[in-house]
């Protein structure tokens, strides 16, 4: 956490408001593998990383309240109920998505000041999204005692994300957000949603992230189209996601399905192999073994499931041909991130 932050949002909200407020870290997350893995039920290995977002929260006094955003100079003040109308985009939409969701259970939290900042770079697949959506849930759900737990914030970003803003992501980032623990690697089951916390050894190596630069807006990517494609095979051979099947299944309708719609399920199932042999390494404090899974996955995010970058391929095979990196790979959704 970077206290410079902290004191900067904390004096922000009391300059603007005059009162103290309560304070939320809420932490953006790495993901070590499993990626597209999730929205398949499979199985993810994040962490919790030391970015993330600052959020200053309070009651307000009376009317709608206000919510500052002080990296883009932006102030709203919320009508009383949030419209409907999805696919929103820009911060305010994860606050609204929030009530919205909460809405939809009958919560009626009441109005808010907010002054939020934070320390991840937007669209370098480090889910700044779901650390926001989870620090204002967190927040709302402190000061005005709704007595929701963890997970049912959890399952509320996720909502926000998928139904108000319009990307169908999975339940990894929000997820990783909320419980992740410094120095430990989350493997989650994303269809039982049972978790482990894997101690992380990493000797005399450290994870580097690298942003390309290279800008991704999930809403308006194939985000949604690969999950479709997903969707589409695993209610063909009647199923309810791909995490029901095994290779030989898949193998037998290859011939029914165009080969870049065979080429995606493949990888899905590979990469949850992936992940069972990566929790294994990371016990084991196998390094290079880890590594070596790394550059599989990037192989097959980038050749099966189409979802990397000219920039990206070409740090990672910039990273493999370099002496002492152990493994790379692209990270999050697309483009964005290598680590
Ligand atoms: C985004 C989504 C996650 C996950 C990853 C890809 O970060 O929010 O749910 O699907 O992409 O692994």
Redesign the pocket.
């Known amino acids: 956490m970077d206290q410079g932050l902290v004191e900067i949002v904390r004096s922000s909200f009391l300059s603007h408001f005059g009162k103290k407020p309560t304070l939320i870290w809420s932490p953006g997350r790495i ?1 070590i593998i ?6 398949n039920q499979g199985f ?1 290995m994040p962490a919790a990383i030391d970015r993330g977002i600052v959020m200053a929260i309070s009651q307000a006094q009376n009317g709608r309240g206000q919510w500052i955003a002080t990296d883009v100079k932006e102030s709203y003040s919320p009508d009383s109920s949030p419209s409907p109308t999805p696919k929103r985009s820009g911060w305010k939409a994860y606050l609204l998505g929030i009530l919205s969701e909460l809405g939809k259970k009958g919560i009626q939290p009441g109005p808010v000041d907010v002054v939020f900042s934070g320390n991840i770079p937007p669209g370098a ?1 480090l ?1 700044s999204s ?1 650390a926001l959506e989870n620090a204002f849930v967190f927040g709302l759900n402190e000061i005005y005692k709704l007595g929701l737990s963890p997970m049912e914030m959890v399952h509320i970003s996720h909502a926000a994300e998928q139904d108000y803003v319009g ?1 169908r ?5 929000p997820y990783a957000s909320m419980f992740g623990q410094a120095g430990k690697a989350i493997f989650l089951d994303c269809r039982s949603l049972v978790s482990e916390m894997i101690p992380v050894h990493l000797e005399d190596c450290q994870w580097i992230l690298l942003d390309t630069g290279v800008q991704h807006s ?1 809403a308006d990517s194939a ?1 949604n189209q690969r999950r479709e494609v997903c969707e589409a095979i695993a209610a063909r051979l009647e199923v309810s996601s791909l995490r029901e099947i095994d290779l030989k299944q898949l193998v037998k309708i290859r011939s029914e399905l165009p080969e870049a719609d065979y080429q995606k399920a493949f990888f899905v199932l590979e990469e949850n192999g992936r992940v069972l042999k990566a929790r294994e390494a990371l016990k084991n404090a196998d390094l290079l073994k880890l590594g070596e899974l790394m550059y599989e996955s990037h192989e097959g995010l980038s050749k099966l499931y189409e979802v990397s970058c000219e920039e990206l391929d070409f740090l990672v095979d910039l990273a493999r041909e370099s002496d002492g990196v152990l493994g790379a790979r692209m990270m ?2 697309d483009s964005g991130a290598v680590a």
Not at 34 to 39: A, I, K, P, S, V
Not at 169 to 173: K, L, P, Q
């Open positions: 993901n499993g990626e597209h893995t999730d929205y993810v697949g889910s779901a990307v992501c999975g339940i990894m980032d999930l985000y999050g959704a």
